[in-house]
């Protein structure tokens, strides 16, 4: 079956440390993204990527990196600048030929100490 | 930036009411499309909207998009326990992304 993987799904870690998190898909979608979501709170945009080799900054870019160096996968890393990493992380896709539905993965719930 | 608000951000309903949460944008939208996401869960999509006065239905659910395409809704009949969960509006302006609502909160009293 077809869908986005995301790994692992809760993740701790101590503070000033990096981490990165994992973001596959298998839907042949040219298009992924990376939102972040806090309690209360909608899903807010990090980066995005339409192509390959190609991403663009989204709401809240600052102290996140990412790479996309092949069409199935986008990891995200939450840098040590990043002030407030605690927080529900969701990886998307879609098709760019033409508009639907954005695709999720189940997530990582990551936690700083 | 863009901004779309959704109201009300909770809602609790005597399981058999109805219920209904609305988006609002001050810009004319693309499309809007429907997501739900359970207690624990992710975002699932329900429905994407595109035409001016659109409305369509998925069995107690149905979804209008305004004639404007600034505002759309989202209404549920005779709500059930199945129903729980966060119902978000995500906006398309034209830019290759979505802009999500704060979402509304369901929940249901049996």
């Known amino acids: 079956d077809g869908g986005i993987t995301q790994s692992p799904k809760y993740l701790f870690r101590k503070e000033g440390q990096n981490v990165t998190l994992s973001c596959e898909q298998n839907?042949?979608?040219?298009?992924m993204y990376w939102y972040r979501q806090d309690p209360g709170q909608g899903l807010r945009l990090i980066y995005y990527?339409?192509?390959?080799?190609?991403?663009q900054k989204g709401d809240i870019a600052e102290g996140y990196s990412v790479s996309r160096e092949k069409k199935e996968s986008f990891p995200l890393t939450v840098t040590s600048a990043q002030k407030n990493p605690t927080a529900f992380y969701l990886c998307?896709?879609?098709?760019?030929?033409?508009?639907?539905?954005?695709?999720f993965g189940s997530g990582t719930r990551l936690t700083v100490v | 930036g863009q901004q779309v608000m959704q109201i009300p951000q909770y809602q609790h309903v005597q399981e058999g009411e109805d219920f209904t949460t609305y988006c609002n944008s001050s810009?004319?939208?693309?499309?809007i499309q429907w997501y739900k996401q359970r207690p624990g869960g992710h975002p699932v999509f329900l429905i994407q909207l595109v035409k001016s006065g659109e409305v369509k239905k998925q069995k107690r659910l149905t979804f209008q998009f305004g004639e404007a395409k600034k505002n759309s809704s989202l209404h549920i009949t005779a709500t059930q326990t199945t129903d729980v969960g966060t119902y978000f509006c995500?906006?398309?302006?034209?830019?290759?992304?979505?802009?999500f609502g704060t979402g509304t909160r369901l929940t249901i009293i049996p």
């Open positions: 990527s339409q192509i390959v080799n190609d991403f």
């Open positions: 995500a906006a398309d302006f034209g830019n290759e992304k979505l802009t």
């Open positions: 810009t004319t939208l693309s499309n």
């Open positions: 839907l042949n979608h040219d298009a």
């Open positions: 998307a896709s879609s098709t760019t030929v033409e508009t639907g539905g954005y695709t």
